[in-house]
C-alpha cells in the first residue's frame, strides 16, 4: 500500500462543476502540498498546508491532520484546469517528500 | 524574475555514457530540490541541497548518481553510466527558505532524459 494515496485516480467532468480530489497519507508529516502537472509536464505547486484551509481563486484545499486527510476542490471547473493534480507530503523531521500517483482530471467544454 | 530553468530540455543518451542536468533556480533561490519521474510514475524525491551542502540525499540511488550546488553556478545532477532504467523526467524545484519554515517550491520544466 502506497503511503499516499489519491482519488479519483481519473476524473472527467464537464464544464462548471464542482470538483474534489481527495488525498489520504499513512505517515507523520509536517507539511502537504498540492501540485499542478500541465500536459506538456510542467509541474506548479498550488497550495502549501500544515493545518485548515486555503483559497486561492477558485481552488479551496483543506487538511485533517488527525484523519490524515486533504482534500483538493475546484469550483465552476473549466477546460483549462485539466491537468494532472499531485498530492505531496513532508515527512516529519525530514526533508523528504513522498508524492501521489496524481489524479487526472478532464474537464468537458 | 526568470524561474527556475533546467537544461537541456531534453537529453539523450547511450548506456554506459554520462548525463548531466542543470537547474537554475530562481534568483535569491539558495535550496534546490531534485526529483524523477518515471514513466507513467508519480514523482520521487532524490536530494535536497543548500549551496556548497548536501542537507538530504535519501532518495538517491546508492551508485552511479550525485547531486552538488556549488557556491557559483547552477546545480548538477550527474548520472555516470546509465542504464536504460534511468530514462525519466527529472525535475528541480527551489525556494529561497527551507521548505520547513512552510515556504513554497518552484518547479522547473523538467530535463527528459531518453537511454538508448
Known amino acids: 500500500k502506497n503511503e499516499v494515496e489519491q482519488s479519483p485516480q481519473n476524473l472527467t467532468a464537464q464544464e462548471g462543476e464542482f470538483i474534489t480530489i481527495n488525498c489520504s497519507y499513512s505517515v507523520g508529516i509536517s507539511a502537504l502540498h498540492w501540485l499542478q502537472q500541465h500536459p506538456g509536464g510542467g509541474i506548479v505547486s498550488l497550495f502549501m498546508?500544515?493545518?485548515g484551509k486555503k483559497k486561492h481563486g477558485r481552488l479551496i484545499a483543506t487538511i485533517n491532520i488527525q484523519e490524515k486527510h486533504s482534500s483538493l476542490h475546484i469550483t465552476a471547473s473549466h477546460p483549462r484546469d485539466s491537468a494532472v493534480y499531485i498530492c505531496?507530503?513532508?515527512?516529519?523531521?525530514?526533508?523528504?517528500?513522498?508524492f501521489g500517483t496524481g489524479t487526472r482530471l478532464k474537464v468537458l467544454a | 524574475n526568470a524561474g527556475v530553468m533546467q537544461n537541456p530540455r531534453h537529453l539523450v543518451r547511450r548506456r554506459g555514457q554520462e548525463a548531466r542536468l542543470r537547474c537554475s533556480p530562481m534568483?535569491?533561490?539558495?535550496?534546490v530540490y531534485w526529483y524523477r519521474q518515471l514513466p507513467e510514475e508519480g514523482l520521487k524525491f532524490m536530494v535536497y541541497?543548500?549551496?556548497?551542502?548536501?542537507?538530504?540525499e535519501s532518495g538517491m540511488p546508492k551508485e552511479r548518481f550525485s547531486a552538488e550546488f556549488p557556491k557559483e553556478g547552477p546545480s548538477i545532477l550527474r548520472i555516470q553510466q546509465v542504464v536504460r532504467g534511468d530514462s525519466a523526467a527529472y525535475f528541480c524545484?527551489?525556494?529561497?527558505?527551507?521548505?520547513?519554515?512552510?515556504?513554497?517550491?518552484?518547479f522547473g520544466p523538467g530535463t527528459r532524459l531518453l537511454v538508448l
Open positions: 505531496a507530503v513532508r515527512i516529519s523531521g525530514t526533508y523528504k517528500y513522498i
Open positions: 541541497l543548500q549551496k556548497e551542502n548536501i542537507i538530504d
Open positions: 498546508l500544515s493545518s
Open positions: 534568483k535569491g533561490h539558495s535550496h
Open positions: 524545484a527551489s525556494s529561497p527558505l527551507p521548505l520547513a519554515s512552510q515556504e513554497t517550491q518552484y
